[in-house]
């Protein structure tokens, strides 16, 4: 009989200390997003395929686990919370006029090669701010996703911030067809500067904006990139755009957090769905990107709801990485006491236990196997993190025993 051990390529098991890290992390990340008065929210793990379908700007259908349901619907693993979130405001919040602050913690799946490394699940913590249109909200996301990496133990790492909504307004005013667009958006993402420039040059642009395009990929950096850029257009909405980063970038002067931000005006999102500023944050010790989002101000209406929002995610997968690369520990969670007891102590034991768990503490009762040694009960509470047993060993008479040592001291039960 052939017995199924391993899992599908992409997805993996999560256990013991990592899996313990994990729900540590998620639990400071969470406790951030709550501090800042952001409200629990959960939506379902698959949604109807329109929800995510191209016009929504998310992934390309192709890289989506999909399904049909016994009533012929195509469904899909969710690719994506922020789509899922703007349709569950649309459909519970319509008439609220005051901006929502969600919070949310799940897994997202991507049907992507496997070939590099990536996973096809990930866990994702992240704030979606709607109904807010305001560079104050803008400034208070990039600000809680700051604090958030803070939080985690996290010294080391910059958030990048760019402009969904800049290229764009490059490109329609150099009127560009859409397979030159799409040839020039590919090399400005790869950030490949010598094709950049070459490519811009051969094409009939207004003066200034063949030389802009070809700096793009190369203007980031503090806040001088702005008058750089400013100083190569005329464009007014591309002006304008500057002027709103620029003041975006004083209201998280004022947060106390500028040091963290880097200016990235060539920086382009493969959703669509952004309209205004795009967010990255990267450290060191990991390949992608643990901070990722930006304003989109459109999407909600295509579910019935016109709000202007912004919203963030923290990839928790990726921050893990980077903060054991970087030998950040993570605080201790509480530690679980042992219970060992014979089975003619079971109601000793379970008063105790009880009267232990009513103090706040983690128990765990174990009714002693007479083919295992107390070598044998040490050795598992070093490897699943239990900081002591205590054995009891009659009615009213237990040993505290320290597995590091194996230590031993008598003590009456209280």
């Given at each position: 009989?052939?017995?199924?051990?391993?899992?599908?390529?992409?997805?993996?098991?999560?256990?013991?200390?990592?899996?313990?890290?994990?729900?540590?992390?998620?639990?400071?990340?969470?406790?951030?997003?709550?501090?800042?008065?952001?409200?629990?929210?959960?939506?379902?793990?698959?949604?109807?395929?329109?929800?995510?379908?191209?016009?929504?700007?998310?992934?390309?259908?192709?890289?989506?686990?999909?399904?049909?349901?016994?009533?012929?619907s195509t469904l899909v693993l969710r690719p994506d919370i922020t789509p899922s979130i703007?349709?569950?405001?649309?459909?519970?919040?319509?008439?609220?006029?005051?901006?929502?602050?969600?919070?949310?913690?799940g897994n997202t799946f991507a049907n992507t090669s496997s070939l590099q490394g990536n996973?096809?699940?990930?866990?994702?913590?992240?704030?979606?701010?709607?109904?807010?249109?305001?560079?104050?909200?803008?400034?208070?996301?990039?600000?809680?996703?700051?604090?958030?990496?803070?939080?985690?133990?996290?010294?080391?790492?910059?958030?990048?911030?760019?402009?969904?909504?800049?290229?764009?307004?490059?490109?329609?005013?150099?009127?560009?067809?859409?397979?030159?667009?799409?040839?020039?958006r590919q090399l400005i993402s790869d950030k490949n500067y010598f094709a950049v420039e070459?490519?811009?040059?051969?094409?009939?642009?207004?003066?200034?904006?063949?030389?802009?395009?070809?700096?793009?990929?190369?203007?980031?950096?503090?806040?001088?990139?702005?008058?750089?850029?400013?100083?190569?257009?005329?464009?007014?909405?591309?002006?304008?755009?500057?002027?709103?980063?620029?003041?975006?970038?004083?209201?998280?002067?004022?947060?106390?957090?500028?040091?963290?931000?880097?200016?990235?005006?060539?920086?382009?999102?493969?959703?669509?769905?952004?309209?205004?500023?795009?967010?990255?944050?990267?450290?060191?010790?990991?390949?992608?990107?643990?901070?990722?989002?930006?304003?989109?101000?459109?999407?909600?209406?295509?579910?019935?709801?016109?709000?202007?929002?912004?919203?963030?995610?923290?990839?928790?997968?990726?921050?893990?990485?980077?903060?054991?690369?970087?030998?950040?520990?993570?605080?201790?969670?509480?530690?679980?006491?042992?219970?060992?007891?014979?089975?003619?102590?079971?109601?000793?034991?379970?008063?105790?236990?009880?009267?232990?768990?009513?103090?706040?503490?983690?128990?765990?009762?174990?009714?002693?196997?007479?083919?295992?040694?107390?070598?044998?009960?040490?050795?598992?509470?070093?490897?699943?993190?239990?900081?002591?047993?205590?054995?009891?060993?009659?009615?009213?008479?237990?040993?505290?025993?320290?597995?590091?040592?194996?230590?031993?001291?008598?003590?009456?039960?209280?």
């Open positions: 009989m052939n017995v199924l051990l391993h899992t599908p390529e992409g997805v993996r098991d999560i256990y013991n200390e990592e899996c313990r890290r994990k729900v540590i992390l998620s639990g400071k990340l969470t406790r951030m997003l709550h501090l800042y008065g952001y409200q629990d929210i959960e939506t379902p793990t698959f949604e109807f395929f329109d929800i995510f379908n191209r016009e929504r700007g998310t992934l390309p259908s192709r890289n989506m686990y999909k399904f049909i349901d016994r009533d012929g703007a349709r569950a405001a649309a459909k519970y919040f319509m008439d609220e006029s005051i901006p929502l602050k969600f919070a949310y913690c996973m096809k699940e990930t866990t994702q913590i992240g704030a979606e701010l709607i109904g807010d249109s305001s560079i104050d909200g803008d400034a208070e996301l990039i600000a809680l996703a700051i604090q958030m990496l803070l939080s985690s133990g996290l010294k080391e790492f910059q958030l990048s911030i760019g402009h969904a909504g800049f290229f764009k307004a490059l490109i329609e005013a150099a009127q560009l067809s859409d397979e030159d667009m799409a040839s020039l070459t490519f811009a040059g051969s094409l009939d642009l207004p003066e200034g904006t063949a030389e802009l395009l070809s700096k793009l990929p190369q203007m980031f950096g503090g806040v001088s990139v702005l008058e750089e850029a400013r100083a190569l257009t005329n464009d007014e909405t591309a002006i304008n755009i500057l002027d709103d980063l620029s003041a975006l970038y004083q209201k998280i002067e004022a947060y106390g957090f500028a040091r963290y931000i880097t200016i990235d005006l060539g920086m382009l999102s493969s959703y669509d769905y952004y309209t205004g500023i795009i967010m990255r944050g990267y450290t060191y010790g990991t390949g992608d990107a643990i901070v990722k989002g930006g304003r989109y101000d459109h999407l909600l209406g295509q579910f019935g709801k016109e709000a202007a929002s912004v919203g963030f995610v923290i990839v928790v997968d990726e921050l893990m990485l980077a903060l054991s690369r970087q030998k950040i520990d993570l605080p201790d969670g509480d530690m679980t006491t042992m219970i060992l007891y014979r089975s003619n102590l079971t109601r000793e034991a379970v008063q105790l236990a009880g009267k232990l768990r009513a103090e706040g503490r983690q128990v765990s009762m174990f009714c002693e196997d007479p083919d295992k040694c107390l070598d044998d009960y040490m050795d598992y509470c070093k490897r699943f993190h239990m900081d002591c047993i205590l054995r009891l060993v009659e009615s009213s008479v237990l040993h505290r025993i320290d597995p590091a040592d194996g230590s031993v001291s008598e003590e009456v039960t209280p």
